[in-house]
Structure formats: C-alpha cells, structure tokens
C-alpha cells in the first residue's frame, strides 16, 4: 500500500481500478476526493484495534463508493482497497473471493446519495463484508453507531 504522499494515494487507486476494468479513466479532474480518500487510508492504516480497522475500512470503501471518480468499477476498486487496508495489518481478508460474489451476483451494493459530508455505510455491502471479516477476526466486530 502507498502511504504518506497524497499523490501516491492517487496512483494507488488508479492502478487498483486499472486491475478491476480494461480502460480506467478518471471521473473528474477534481482530486481533492483522492486526498479525502488519501487521508481516510491514513486514518484506517493507524486504527488502535480490529473494530477500528474495520469501521475505517468500511468508511474507505463507503468514500469511494460514494465520490465515484471513475467511470467504472468503483464497487471493486473500493471492495479491493478495503480488503488491502485489512490486509495490510495482517487480518488475511479474501476479497478475491469476495469479488467473485460481487461478479457473480451474490454481493450487490445499492447506491447511496449523500448531500451531507455524512457517510453512510449501505447496509447489505456492511452485512456481507462483516461476516465475511469476522472468519478472519479473532474476535466480534460490533456494528458501529453512525
């Protein structure tokens, strides 16, 4: 994972989408959504405990989801980010497994529409990566009061 420079951010999330689709081409000029993202990772990155990890993890992915800045595979980009943000502190999450649900129709992510800075997490992508996580947490991860 890239951390620490804002720019690495960016090309992180771009070589992640460039994985999941042919042609990868940013949404918006706008990058201040990377740097958002950017510092959500960080944020994710310094959790104290696994429900943290987790909650930042889902925030992650939720910002990407939400802010949308590619034209295609934001759901994977952001299914795949979340998995590397636990992965990254050692938790072993299967999101390829988990992308193949998501190819193949067993894990669907509604949309959401947010006009306040508030993210919420939509809540059968949360049911879905929140069993699937607590096979690799040693412990119960508790459902977040947002």
């Not at 960016?10 to 993202?37: D, P, W």
């Not at 800045?69 to 050692?90: C, M, S, W």
Request: charged residues 25%; contains cysteine.
């Amino acid at each position: 994972m890239y951390v620490g420079d804002k720019m690495n951010y960016y090309n992180y999330l771009i070589n992640i989408n460039k994985q999941v689709c042919n042609e990868s081409k940013v949404r918006t000029k706008n990058i201040g959504y990377f740097e958002i993202i950017g510092k959500a990772i960080d944020d994710a990155l310094q959790a104290e405990n696994q429900t943290a990890l987790f909650n930042s993890a889902m925030h992650v992915a939720s910002l990407i989801k939400l802010f949308q800045p590619f034209y295609d595979g934001n759901h994977r980009t952001a299914l795949i980010v979340f998995g590397d943000i636990l992965n990254e502190k050692q938790c072993n999450f299967d999101y390829e497994r988990a992308l193949d649900d998501m190819n193949n129709g067993r894990l669907t992510i509604p949309t959401i529409y947010e006009e306040s800075d508030i993210v919420t997490f939509p809540s059968e992508w949360y049911a879905y990566l929140l069993t699937e996580t607590k096979k690799v947490f040693k412990f119960k991860i508790k459902k977040p009061c947002i």
